[in-house]
Nanobody
Framework: QVQLVESGGGLVQAGGSLRLSCVFSGLTISTYTMGWFRQAPGKDRDFVGAIDRSGVNAHYAVSVSGRFTISRDSAKNTLYLQMNSLQPEDTAVYYC???????????????????WGQGTQVTVSS
């Protein structure tokens, strides 16, 4: 059984940083692309970024490129999202997701991800 559990959300002032974690179990990281999505109140769940099964190739949404960084620790079965220079528009529930994608593939459509965590709230105050 695949499980994804996010943590690390909270309240931060604009310009600050947070690091989200996603502990996963029941899957082999070398065969899964891992991604982050976010959903603000009243809006769709949007792609933030993802890292392919090799752990080398990452792709980010334009809105976060240069500010957010995805990494993973295979030994700890953990995916990370380092968020810097946070802005109020980054306020959302952040979700970790996983999909058994081909090598070098980084899907950006939420429908392409099979497994999801429960989400963690990030609130950025102005």
């Amino acid at each position: 059984q695949v499980q994804l559990v996010e943590s690390g959300g909270g309240l931060v002032q604009a310009g600050g940083s947070l690091r989200l974690s996603c502990v996963f179990s029941g899957l082999t990281i070398s065969t899964y692309t891992m991604g982050w999505f976010r959903q603000a109140p009243g809006k769709d769940r949007d792609f933030v970024g993802a890292i392919d099964r090799s752990g080398v190739n990452a792709h980010y949404a334009v809105s976060v490129s240069g500010r957010f960084t995805i990494s993973r620790d295979s030994a700890k079965n953990t995916l990370y999202l380092q968020m810097n220079s946070l802005q109020p528009e980054d306020t959302a529930v952040y979700y970790c997701a996983a999909t058994a994608a081909p090598f070098n593939s980084v899907p950006t459509n939420r429908g392409q991800y099979r497994y999801w965590g429960q989400g963690t709230q990030v609130t950025v105050s102005s």
